[in-house]
């Protein structure tokens, strides 16, 4: 499956560097320094599924430059990233820029691949790329939902994917909740027999 395209923006070259890392598994990354390098990338190529912009940067802000995006691409889904938890500046993202997410900085790497997910989600609905899996979830499994359906699949217990996982039986057994609710199943076997017909996890 191909990977989407994700327009990262930040006048700070290591978050720059620090967030394409975070994400490159996720989708193919193309970095900005700053928001008129972000707008001379756009106008040579629109096939950006989301827009990651930092708020903070010199001639043109992060909100500004969402709002002319939200023009120029409106399928383009936009999140911003701020070092600052500025409740003024995220509803001026919010009304101007119609920004899907609002990140604080620093933002840790399962935050912003969530938010990213999120975005992906919402930009394929938007274009009528859903796919069979897609359709078939009340809501997207998080990437923690995914690894404990996975291991399920192959027959692991709570006490074992807590243990792969490295996280609490109770987490565990939060995630499995949150898989039925997704999957709209109510038991383990249910889960894995649904996962498979849709593709979720291997055959």
């Known amino acids: 499956m191909r990977k989407e395209r994700v327009l ?5 070259g290591i978050a720059l560097l620090v967030h394409s890392k975070m994400l490159e598994q996720h989708a193919e990354i193309v970095t900005a320094a700053n928001a008129n390098e972000a ?7 629109k096939a950006f599924a989301v827009i990651i912009s930092d708020q903070y940067m010199p001639d043109m802000n992060g909100a500004e430059l969402l709002q002319i995006v939200g ?4 399928n383009m889904v936009r999140i911003m990233i701020t070092g600052f938890a500025d409740l003024d500046v ?4 919010v009304n101007l820029g119609n920004v899907f997410r609002f990140l604080v900085k620093p933002c840790c790497q399962e ?4 938010a990213l997910a999120a975005g992906l989600e919402k930009y394929r609905q938007s274009t009528g790329e859903t796919s069979q899996e897609e359709t078939a979830l009340t809501e997207p499994l998080t990437e923690r939902e995914r690894e404990v359906l ?10 074992e994917i807590a243990l792969a996982m490295g996280i609490t039986i109770g987490t565990v057994k939060t995630h499995v909740h949150h898989i039925f609710g997704k999957l709209a199943v109510n038991n383990r076997i249910k889960a894995v027999a649904k ?9």
């Open 8 to 12: 990262l923006v930040d006048d700070d």
């Open 39 to 45: 707008l001379e990338i756009i106008k040579k190529d």
């Open 71 to 74: 023009v120029m691409v409106p």
């Open 90 to 93: 995220a509803m001026q993202a």
């Open 111 to 114: 935050d912003l691949v969530l």
């Open 150 to 159: 996975r291991l399920l699949g192959i027959g692991f217990t709570s006490g």
């Open 195 to 203: 996962a498979k017909s849709i593709g979720l996890i291997s055959r």
